[in-house]
């Protein structure tokens, strides 16, 4: 009785899955149906478009002018790119397939997928301080030496972020150090004539500067974040895989030959939501790898429960019965 019991509810399952399956492939194609007929119907809006509005202009058109030899090289642009994207859309493998994929996988409930943000990332206050001072810039009642001021004590103190780890105790030691300075100072009389020192320090830069420093910050920290695309680490209960460029160039590494800690020392950078990553392996002649992520408190939570987890296979078939 118990075996039949079992036989009738995999058959309910099977059952149930396979009707599963059949509204997925329904869902996919209607989704697939509405999006090419919204493609069909942005065709005809376009040639509907060029007929009515565009062919009365074309005979007033010089194509050789350098207007026309600008237009084609943007549209040469365009179309290369759409059709490397075509070409190139499943050999690709990105962080965010990635990602798509191991979600999908039922026998992984617990991953984490980082990649190594640039140490620039570092000077986001400086980048958002850059784009405050170009629109204050543009308003005639504040000194621009003030301004210039303002925006030099950020970038020193982002500059100080990024070259040297800075701990709790170091940081305590100097705010302590500091203040017995001024103390010093201020028993000598030198506290006003000190600080007047830096009246003369008069920094004056023009909105354009302000705004080059802030795309030029854009640029560094959006081509990292590109790079991550394709050059990232996956983590999962049984392995580590190392992906190391566009496609499956990649190296898997078994959970028992490499260890995993967090470090946060540094505690500027822990302030801003920075830690780093480091992977140690067993075999010695082989570099650490220390990764700096955003938001560590969620990655190493996360990396925690990866780490203290195995992942089993679920059985796809059913087990041969025992006659």
Not at 223 to 247: A, C, H, K, R, V
Request: proline letters at 3%.
């Amino acid at each position: 009785m118990e075996e039949e019991t079992v036989e009738q509810v995999e058959s309910v399952e099977q059952v149930e899955s396979a009707e599963q399956k059949k509204e997925a492939k329904g869902s996919n194609w209607k989704k697939k149906a509405v999006f090419w007929l919204a493609c069909l119907l942005v065709v005809i809006a376009a040639i509907w478009a060029f007929v009515h509005f565009l062919i009365p202009k074309l005979k007033n058109i010089d194509w050789l002018s350098n207007r026309m030899i600008a237009v084609y090289i943007a549209a040469g642009v365009i179309g290369g790119s759409t059709l490397a994207c075509i070409l190139f859309r499943k050999p690709l493998r990105t962080r965010l397939r990635m990602q798509k994929v191991i979600k999908d996988d039922p026998d992984i409930n617990e991953w984490l997928v980082i990649f190594e943000w640039t140490p620039k990332i570092l000077y986001a206050p400086t980048i958002v301080a850059s784009f405050l001072a170009a629109a204050v810039s543009c308003f005639d009642g504040v000194p621009k030496e003030a301004i210039g001021g303002v925006w030099a004590a950020i970038f020193f103190l982002n500059f100080l972020v990024e070259e040297y780890d800075i701990s709790i105790k170091i940081l305590l030691i100097t705010v302590v150090g500091l203040g017995f300075f001024l103390l010093w100072l201020h028993l000598l009389g030198w506290v006003m004539p000190f600080l007047k020192l830096f009246r003369h320090i008069a920094i004056s830069m023009n909105t354009t500067v302000y705004l080059l420093v802030g795309i030029i910050g854009l640029l560094a920290i959006l081509i990292s974040w590109l790079d991550g695309l394709f050059y990232y680490i996956t983590i999962t209960p049984n392995y580590m895989n190392i992906q190391e460029g566009p496609t499956e160039s990649g190296e898997q590494i078994g959970r028992e030959d490499y260890n995993s800690r967090i470090d946060t020392s540094d505690f500027l950078e822990r302030l801003m939501g920075f830690g780093r990553i480091v992977i140690t392996f067993k075999d010695k002649n082989r570099e650490p790898i220390a990764v700096l992520v955003w938001r560590i408190q969620k990655k190493a939570q996360m990396l925690e429960r990866v780490r203290a987890k195995f992942a089993i296979d679920h059985q796809q078939q059913s087990q041969p019965q025992v006659l």
